[in-house]
């Protein structure tokens, strides 16, 4: 199965309410969700995503 922006933009939504301090290391993420850019693509860049785990900070969380 394959993940969606959508699905990208809501575990980054959910992510952010329970760290909601690390929402600048992922500012850059989210406006280029924001303005459309496809993370699901393998063929995007600056960013895509091609993983099913989204890990951030030094402490490596799983989201």
Do not use: K, N
Request: proline residues 5%.
């Amino acid at each position: 199965m394959a993940i969606t922006d959508s699905d990208i933009a809501a575990v980054l939504a959910a992510y952010l309410e329970r760290y909601p301090q690390e929402a600048g290391q992922l500012a850059e993420p989210l406006r280029l969700l924001a303005e459309g850019q496809e993370f699901a693509s393998r063929r995007t860049f600056p960013m895509h995503v091609t993983a099913g785990r989204c890990w951030s900070g030094t402490a490596l969380r799983l989201s």
